[in-house]
């Protein structure tokens, strides 16, 4: 009767934890890409720059980010090692300073990143549909990258499984395919201001914007070895 008892409760316990720690991821999600979108624009009204994106673009954003990414990060799956973790009061806020502090540094990487890619390509003087395109892609990549850091607050993805949830796998995939419609479909082309980008352009893009990703596999090795 005892065994029949606490495993059940152990169990409920264990799923009680996952779902607010993947609340805090989303959150976490969440908040970095719309600091990051905010300051994006606020930065290059202050710098006398033309708006990076625009309004079909942020709205596409808009999307993703509340999307099936984000919403594929409230189901993954349950962390065996989550029942090592001390019980946290009912009282403790869930956005911390540690949490905001991971916001913040991803935020920044994203505007950082995003805004150089703009001003590299604004090296004319003149806005283009490619100088936007590039920026607007670029920014979507750094959320896909972004969304798969917070698949975990302390733990990497290889120790996870980049394939262990199939919802984020789908709902990225599905991004993706979506976001290459926009720049290379004529009829979405019109409707977003988008032109379509060379392979060398995406290569680099890729390569620029997996950094938020690894800039937190690095913090979570550090946290990790410090532990």
């Known amino acids: 009767m005892l065994w029949c008892g606490v495993v059940p409760c152990r169990a409920a316990v264990e799923e009680g934890k996952c779902i607010y720690y993947n609340i805090r991821n989303f959150v976490r999600f969440q908040l970095s890409t719309s600091i990051a979108a905010l300051t994006l624009i606020a930065v290059s009204t202050l710098l006398g720059l033309p708006n990076p994106l625009n309004a079909m673009q942020i709205l596409w954003i808009n999307i993703i980010m509340d ?3 984000a919403q594929s990060l409230g189901v993954e799956l349950v962390d065996r090692d989550v029942m090592t973790r001390p019980p946290r009061r ?4 869930m956005i911390t300073l540690s949490l905001l502090w991971k916001v913040v540094l991803a935020a920044l990487i994203i505007v950082s990143g995003t805004l150089w890619v703009f001003w590299r390509e604004m090296q004319d ?3 283009t549909p490619r100088d936007t395109t590039m920026t607007f892609t670029c ?7 972004n969304a ?6 302390d733990k990497s993805v290889f120790s996870i499984g980049f394939l262990s949830n199939h919802m984020f796998l789908y709902a990225v995939g599905a991004s993706l395919v ?14 977003f201001q988008t032109e379509a980008l060379f392979l060398s352009d995406l290569v680099f893009l890729l390569g620029l914007t997996c ?6 596999e690095v913090r979570k090795l550090i946290a990790r070895t410090a532990a």
């Open 125 to 127: 003087n003149l806005i």
């Open 90 to 93: 009912a009282l403790d806020p």
């Open 148 to 153: 798969l850091s917070c698949r975990s607050e």
């Open 178 to 191: 979506g976001q290459l419609l926009v720049v290379y479909f004529p009829p979405l082309q019109a409707v």
């Open 211 to 216: 950094t938020v990703w690894l800039v937190d």
């Open 67 to 69: 999307g099936p990414p």
């Open 139 to 145: 920014f979507v990549l750094f959320d896909m990258f």
